[in-house]
């Protein structure tokens, strides 16, 4: 019976597929948090890539589900630890792990793209990467449209195809594995957008035949998207441990693959919203590193949205001004919130990546307008977040990682996103794009350092 439902569900994707949307639509949040929301390829099994048609789903989520997940400026909130920032110098190595290289320079410049659907439009990304002289480009690659059909089928057009030529023009490569297939939830139906597998191991050997397939293609792996998050859990409250136990098994299947990859924790969503829609990103960190996260994580993923402030204001002014939120998590400082508590368990010695950077522009819907910054501002906001990180968080920050490069299908109305990229869908630039094209790129040389 479960195969016939998942037959039968794939049969109506497969009649939907002409009308639907590159990316997710924005998915409405509560009424009290609006916000919350070089080497050839193994052979492996190849399908036709009409086949990747029947499980076209999300790509990549809006910042409903990504980017965003505060508490609203006149919401009630679990409020954060307040833990502020070691300073590095003072910062001392677990003597249980002990000091490591560092795996990239500090900073290192990537953004997010869309390139899954529309295989024409690629080479226009890429260049426009290269243009801007960032080196890295984030992509997902959702496991239900590799993995789709049922276990062990698998659909390997546009991956082999983004990594063939991501890798041709000099790129570094990101990749974010979540979306798990409907055939591997507990119950195929409904549909979840976003939930761990019934069994973890299906997700560990996802991991593993990626880290096989393209091992010395993917330089880095972002292991699920904002798990303090229930909408990105299966509707379900979110769960540290069980997040730890599907980092372990997808960290560990990787490294068996392609020891030289580097895997990055998901990027937890700042917010101070407590179960059972989310958990504080402090709270799920640090509950992280009480069931030994640690070592199943080579850097630590965050999220960092500006929202309404400057990237120069602290976590203090944020929390204490309601013009800017009245939450620390609404500062793009509260990094250094984070960075306290890897310190705080021992972790100094690692990297954190950021996985989104971004301020919108949206002044469309409701939940948005209250932090809209003009076009200028935007643009602004990016170059002073980057210089930020780079004069006070070397070298332990790693890459940054702006959102987005528009898709190309994104409209204002429907899209949420289309405001917080920095060009429009048909290529045209916005402010933010020579901006930070144009901005200092140098100084960032920390690679093979060590942080102790």
Same mark, same amino acid.
């Given at each position: 019976?479960?195969?016939?439902?998942?037959? #039968?569900?794939?049969?109506?994707?497969?009649?939907?597929?002409?009308?639907? @949307?590159?990316?997710?639509?924005? /998915?409405?949040? @509560?009424?009290?948090? @609006?916000?919350? %929301?070089?080497?050839?390829?193994?052979?492996?099994?190849?399908?036709?890539?009409?086949s990747a048609e029947v499980t076209k789903v999300t790509e990549q989520a809006s910042p409903t589900s990504e980017v965003a997940s505060p508490t609203? $400026?006149?919401?009630? %909130?679990? $409020?954060p630890t307040d833990m502020p920032a070691t300073d590095l110098a003072t910062a001392t /190595?677990?003597?249980?792990?002990?000091?490591?290289? #560092?795996?990239?320079?500090? @900073? !290192?410049?990537?953004?997010?793209?869309? #390139? &899954? &659907?529309?295989?024409? +439009?690629?080479?226009?990304?890429?260049?426009?990467?290269?243009?801007?002289?960032?080196?890295w480009v984030k992509q997902s690659f959702a496991w239900r449209?590799? !993995?789709g059909i049922e276990k062990g089928k698998y659909d390997w057009y546009?991956?082999?195809?983004? *990594?063939?030529? *991501?890798? !041709? *023009?000099?790129?570094?490569?990101? *990749?974010?594995?979540?979306?798990q297939p409907f055939w591997s939830q507990e119950m195929d139906w409904p549909p979840l957008e976003n939930a761990p597998p019934a069994d973890l191991q299906d997700f560990g050997d996802?991991?593993?035949? #990626?880290?096989?397939?393209?091992?010395?293609r993917i330089d880095a792996y972002q292991i699920w998207n904002e798990p303090n998050l229930s909408r990105e859990w299966g509707d379900e409250p979110p769960d540290p441990e069980e997040y730890t136990e599907l980092l372990k098994i997808c960290y560990q299947a990787i490294k068996k693959a392609d020891p030289d990859a580097i895997v990055i924790s998901a990027g937890l969503a700042p917010t101070g919203t407590g179960l059972p829609l989310a958990m504080p990103d402090e709270e799920f960190l640090q509950a992280m590193y009480d069931v030994g996260a640690a070592e199943y994580f080579d850097v630590l993923g965050l999220n960092a949205p500006g929202y309404k402030a400057p990237p120069e204001v602290t976590p203090e002014e944020a929390e204490?001004?309601?013009?800017?939120?009245?939450?620390? &998590?609404? /500062?793009?400082? +509260?990094?250094?919130?984070?960075?306290?508590?890897m310190e705080a368990n021992g972790d100094a010695h690692k990297q954190a990546a950021i996985l989104e950077l971004g301020w919108t522009t949206d002044t469309n819907n409701p939940e948005y307008a209250w932090h809209a910054v003009t076009e200028e501002q935007q643009a602004e906001y990016l170059v002073r977040a980057y210089q930020y990180a780079k004069d006070n968080w070397r070298p332990w920050i790693g890459p940054i990682f702006t959102i987005y490069l528009a898709d190309v299908e994104w409209t204002p109305e429907e899209n949420e996103q289309w405001w917080w990229a920095i060009n429009f869908p048909d290529g045209t630039r916005r402010p933010a794009f020579d901006a930070l094209r144009d901005m200092d790129k140098s100084g960032g040389e920390a690679s093979g350092t060590e942080v102790s």
């Open positions: 019976m479960k195969q016939f439902f998942g037959f #039968l569900f794939a049969l109506t994707l497969l009649l939907l597929v002409s009308c639907r @949307p590159e990316s997710d639509p924005p /998915a409405a949040g @509560p009424a009290t948090n @609006p916000s919350i %929301t070089g080497e050839s390829s193994p052979q492996v099994e190849e399908a036709s890539p009409t609203a $400026p006149n919401t009630p %909130t679990i $409020p /190595a677990s003597p249980t792990l002990g000091s490591k290289r #560092l795996p990239f320079d500090s @900073p !290192e410049y990537g953004i997010q793209a869309f #390139l &899954w &659907w529309d295989m024409n +439009h690629i080479k226009y990304d890429l260049r426009a990467i290269n243009e801007m002289d960032f080196g449209d590799i !993995e546009r991956p082999d195809e983004i *990594v063939r030529r *991501v890798n !041709e *023009v000099g790129l570094k490569l990101l *990749v974010r594995i979540d979306r996802f991991c593993g035949l #990626l880290g096989e397939r393209y091992k010395g204490t001004n309601p013009e800017y939120g009245g939450g620390r &998590w609404f /500062a793009f400082r +509260h990094v250094e919130d984070m960075r306290a508590i």
